[in-house]
């Protein structure tokens, strides 16, 4: 990334539309896709699924972890694949091409922490730590952020990894829509006795509210641009308001208020839209929507995931529910069908 290397950029549009050059683009908006097959709104649609995180033996490096007491651990990557197994299922059958940029718990990117060792030395010392120490004492460590080992693991398990699972969704998979699937939380302190929350809500982002200090980098000054060209914007937009209003009735979760609003802000008409420009949402050259659903560490969330995946539906703190996992699946799935059976009947 180079700061500064341009201090302003002037983009110029053509005068007419005979010398109008389109930004090149491989995934197509739900009214330019041929007629639905009957009973399959979703048919010839590419769609990605971005089962967040990793999981698995990573999920303690990750820092998307904890346990209650004997309880099962709570792992964000395990849950989001589980999710994204169920809504593959689903969108097939409505008719969907799916594909997943991960399918085990392990990562798309051949580096791993080690790799970054030096350059993570090289960071912490640009900003401001002039001998870095290589461990982290313990998880609970307050200056852990300034250890070439936190430093490199982040390197590798976030920005490594996901820019893997963007060359994937850019260069193979070219889908018309990615999913990016998570679960959210509220701050748990240590993840070994962890703090349980009544609150619990739903959010989706899409791309954009761009902070000044980010704009400073050429490279994503330059994926901003991009995007915008491609009006990736208009349709992502839509399906977020779309699937977030699905996803609000079933779940019946408020939506989310961010504490400090700098690097969010809430668009669309559905009240559960935010745009924040975060790594997979810029990187991804194609409509995104980012879903942020449940809060793992509310009393209820945690009965469920305890509960494990089940068919029908089971008592959970006095409610009669559906698993959560397939109720997160169902809830995307009825808002795409909700989205694309309109859009392509217009
Ligand atoms: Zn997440």
Request: aromatic share 10%.
């Amino acid at each position: 990334m180079n700061r500064d290397a341009q201090k302003f950029f002037t983009l110029r549009f053509a005068g007419g539309t005979k010398e109008r050059k389109l930004v090149p683009r491989l995934w197509r908006p739900a009214k330019s896709l041929p007629p639905a097959r009957s009973g399959k709104p979703l048919s010839g649609l590419k769609i990605a699924l971005d089962p967040g995180h990793l999981g698995g033996k990573w999920a303690k490096m990750e820092e998307r972890w904890f346990q209650v007491g004997d309880s099962r651990p709570v792992q964000e990557g395990d849950l989001t694949l589980r999710v994204a197994r169920l809504l593959a299922t689903r969108l097939r059958h409505l008719g969907a091409k799916v594909s997943s940029v991960r399918s085990t718990d392990e990562p798309t990117t051949g580096k791993r922490s080690d790799d970054f060792r030096e350059l993570a030395r090289k960071i912490l010392i640009k900003n401001g730590v002039p001998q870095p120490r290589a461990d982290v004492l313990d998880s609970t460590d307050p200056e852990k952020e300034k250890t070439i080992r936190w430093q490199s693991e982040i390197l590798f398990y976030r920005y490594s990894e996901i820019r893997r699972r963007a060359a994937l969704v850019n260069f193979k998979l070219h889908p018309d829509l990615v999913l990016c699937l998570h679960f959210n939380a509220e701050g748990w302190g240590d993840p070994t006795s962890p703090m349980l929350t009544d609150a619990n809500h739903l959010h989706l982002l899409v791309n954009g509210s761009y902070l000044v200090e980010e704009l400073e980098f050429d490279d994503e000054r330059f994926e901003m641009v991009r995007r915008l060209l491609s009006r990736a914007y208009d349709e992502e937009l839509r399906l977020a308001d779309t699937i977030a209003l699905a996803m609000a009735r079933e779940t019946g979760l408020p939506p989310y208020a961010y504490p400090t609003a700098n690097s969010t802000t809430k668009v669309g008409s559905s009240s559960y839209v935010y745009a924040r420009n975060l790594l997979a949402t810029r990187l991804y050259r194609c409509p995104v929507v980012y879903c942020e659903p449940y809060v793992m560490n509310s009393k209820d969330v945690f009965a469920r995931i305890q509960a494990g995946d089940y068919e029908g539906t089971r008592n959970i703190n006095g409610v009669e529910r559906k698993s959560i996992f397939r109720e997160y699946a169902d809830s995307i799935t009825d808002g795409l069908i909700d989205y694309y059976s309109k859009a392509r009947e217009l």
